[in-house]
């Protein structure tokens, strides 16, 4: 058998197999970014970002973490970026990703418009003026084959900023509401935001956030929560787990179960798949 025909066929299947390995695959994945936020949503060729992540002295978790993680699932584009709000541990990673991964649009929900600094640090990125999209208003958002329901927060760039999105897919609801405290939480209550059965604790576990009666209001299957490993805010609070075991919730998190994915079977159900954990030992300092 001739040398050639052979190492031409063991590339052949090397390639078929890398190819095979970073398929896309239709998922939730909350991603390991140490005590940030960052959520990749696949569905039926679609593929969406909520938030990049932390960038500090320690870590670039959009280099690091979030772009081997879209590598690794064969996420070459994404339709869009959601940032929650102007917190540098949601939008840190941005610069870093889109680097590497083109971007359609970038979505802000803000009652009040984008802010001087807003504007001016999103355009220094690169993003043009037709790509950036500010959602002024509760409304129904559809991003290719993904529909979002989101509701505003109060505005500025504070916690108070912070939006609530419900994402309807795999026949689960999931909810984010990024840094949202809980008289926010009330308020969308008072609106009757649509229900999440996968609910991502508000600001990563804060005491002040993922209330009783928010929890109530949902009656979520699962409560995840993004945080860094022994992070000095003691994230997630002990009163958080306790609020969210005493509904029969499970608590899922990113320091303990690396990355949280849940994935889609038949007959509409999901498969919880954990323990991816973070390739970078950078992501113990991001905290």
Known sequence: MNLRWILGFGFAVVLGLDLWSHR?????????????????????GTSILI???????????????????????????LDA??????????YGGLESVLKRTPIDRLILVRPFGLSDAEKSYYTSL???QDQLEVI????????????LDVTPGLGGDDNLGSPYIAVAVFGEVFGFSGDAPSSLEARWMQDRVPLATILK???HGSSDSTSAPWLSY???KHVVVSCGRNNIWGHPDASVVARSEAIGARILRTDWDGIVSFRPKKAGQVELLLGEQSSSLLELFNR
């Open 24 to 44: 896309v695959v239709e998922r939730v994945d909350f991603l390991q970014v140490g005590q940030g936020d960052s959520t990749l949503i696949v569905q039926a």
């Open 51 to 77: 938030d990049a992540g932390p960038k500090n002295e320690f870590l670039d978790a959009g280099e690091r973490l979030i772009w081997p993680a879209l590598w690794r699932r064969g996420v070459r584009h």
């Open 81 to 90: 970026v959601v940032i929650t709000h102007f917190d540098r541990d949601h």
């Open 126 to 128: 690169g993003f043009r």
């Open 136 to 147: 002024l208003d509760s409304e129904s958002l559809t991003i290719g084959s993904v529909e």
């Open 201 to 203: 604790a508000g600001h």
């Open 218 to 220: 949902h009656q979520p």
